[in-house]
């Protein structure tokens, strides 16, 4: 009933006006040999096939409740992959920019190594050797990779791109990678447990070539924000207001 609802919403806003493309488009990082790497699968079809490009797909007005239930249904329908984290980046949008009058709501999205395909991982690229991309794909990917970057010196965002349980050492050296900060581990580690974004499983590593360590895991699903941010040769320093 509702579905029904929706297409007769949007066919009665659209007739008799023209409209233009709706797409969504979405960066999907993740963490492959310590490094944060961009998906970037080469198109299989329509315009600039062959060439490389952010995961990207039409917004189903019928389907898609909102544009994060269409982000979310791109990556599951083309890569078989249930995003771990998705944010809003930035609208893009332009007469020459696709097929004809073409707006893209692009995002940014965390999935697990283990979670994406063999047949993509040959499609995973370090964030500072991004290729040649489709369309205006470099603009996005760039403003993405600012975003994660500036966002995890101030929140708990680099903790998604881990395994459910984890060291706080695991945690340190995502934040040096994605951050580039170099932490201080005694330092990183009380100001960790000071904001209070991580708990004990009350569980210890194993299989490691080092001594066992607890194992952590995120207090809360959603992202949370700290009052300093990461600096170098530090663990934080005091957010400026």
Not at 111 to 123: G, Y
């Amino acid at each position: 009933m509702e579905d029904s609802l929706i297409t007769e919403r949007v066919a009665h806003d659209a007739e008799g006006y023209p409209v233009p493309l709706v797409m969504v488009d979405c960066a999907i990082f993740t963490l492959k040999d310590q490094a944060l790497h961009l998906l970037l699968p080469e198109r299989a079809k329509n315009l600039q096939t062959g060439q490389r490009a952010l995961v990207g797909g039409r917004l189903h007005l019928n389907v898609d409740r909102s544009p994060e239930d269409g982000a979310m249904r791109v990556a599951r329908e083309k890569l078989g992959i249930d995003v771990r984290y998705l944010e809003q980046l930035h609208s893009f949008g332009g007469l020459d920019r696709d097929e004809g009058w073409t707006v893209t709501i692009a995002y940014i999205a965390i999935v697990q190594m283990d979670q994406i395909p063999v047949s993509l991982q040959s499609d995973l690229f370090p964030v500072d050797k991004i290729p040649k991309l489709a369309f205006d794909h470099n603009e996005i990917a760039a403003m993405a990779i600012a975003r994660m970057r500036s966002k995890s010196s101030y929140s708990s965002l680099p903790a998604f791109l881990l395994p459910p349980e984890f060291t706080i050492d695991d945690l340190r050296h995502v934040y040096q990678q994605v951050t580039g900060a170099k932490l201080v581990k005694t330092t990183f580690r009380d100001q960790v447990l000071r904001q209070g974004f991580v708990e004990k499983t009350g569980k210890m590593s194993t299989g490691r070539t080092y001594r066992p360590a607890e194992l952590w895991r995120l207090a809360d699903r959603t992202v949370a924000n700290f009052n300093r941010v990461v600096s170098r040769e530090a663990g934080y320093r005091r957010a400026i207001k």
